[in-house]
């Protein structure tokens, strides 16, 4: 006996369903790191943070995703094409280091800029699938607030854009928290 198909529809509903709280804490946690680094080391150790944090999002988020219950690892989930769709995005955020590296080289300063706002962009796509309006507020206020505290604070950028967007991702969790009681 053949499976049955489900429809687009279908998946995307099991995908609005899901909590998807494991990839924002994996954020939280890794811009926290940088956050700290920031108040703590010179800022040639925080680059190195922050490459190694952000670059660690993912893998942190697929472990985060076992205490969760999202399980993003799980053989036995059905496939749903949201979730491929959603690792697109976050390749997507790996992949445009290749716009902050260089930016990188000729002013070091200008990573938390170009990683913060660049990363930040996967949030767009996930508003569509989710239907919920999360993912626009994340990005918006993530641009305007890394752009606008670059240039406040030039001489305190690795501590001013992490902990914006530390506090952007506190907001985050607390909204798709409660999406995801509203919607049960």
């Known amino acids: 006996m053949e499976p049955l198909t489900r429809t687009l529809e279908e998946q995307k509903n099991e995908f609005k369903n899901e909590k998807l709280l494991a990839t924002p804490i994996a954020g939280l946690i ?3 790191c940088v956050f700290i680094s920031g108040i703590l080391f010179s800022e040639i150790i925080t680059v190195w943070v922050l490459f ?3 670059g660690s999002i993912a893998y942190l988020g697929m472990g985060i995703s076992n205490l969760t219950g999202e399980n993003f690892l799980d053989k036995n989930k059905p496939k ?3 979730d491929a769709l ?3 995005t976050v390749a997507q955020a790996i992949l445009v280091y290749a716009i902050a590296i260089p930016f990188f080289i000729e002013n070091y300063t200008s990573l938390p800029l170009t990683v913060g706002i660049l990363t930040g962009l996967m949030w767009l796509p996930l508003s ?3 239907d919920h309006w999360v993912g626009i507020f994340h990005t918006l206020i993530r641009t305007i607030s890394v752009l606008s505290l670059w240039y406040l604070f030039p001489a305190h950028r690795f501590i001013t854009i992490p902990l914006a967007i530390v506090v952007i991702y506190i907001a985050t969790i607390f909204i798709l928290k409660n999406r995801s009681r509203s919607s049960n």
Do not use: C, D, G, S
Request: hydrophobic share 75%; charged share 0%.
């Open 30 to 32: 890794a811009w926290l």
């Open 52 to 54: 190694i944090a952000t």
């Open 80 to 82: 749903n094409t949201f």
């Open 86 to 88: 959603f690792f697109y």
């Open 128 to 130: 569509w699938i989710i």
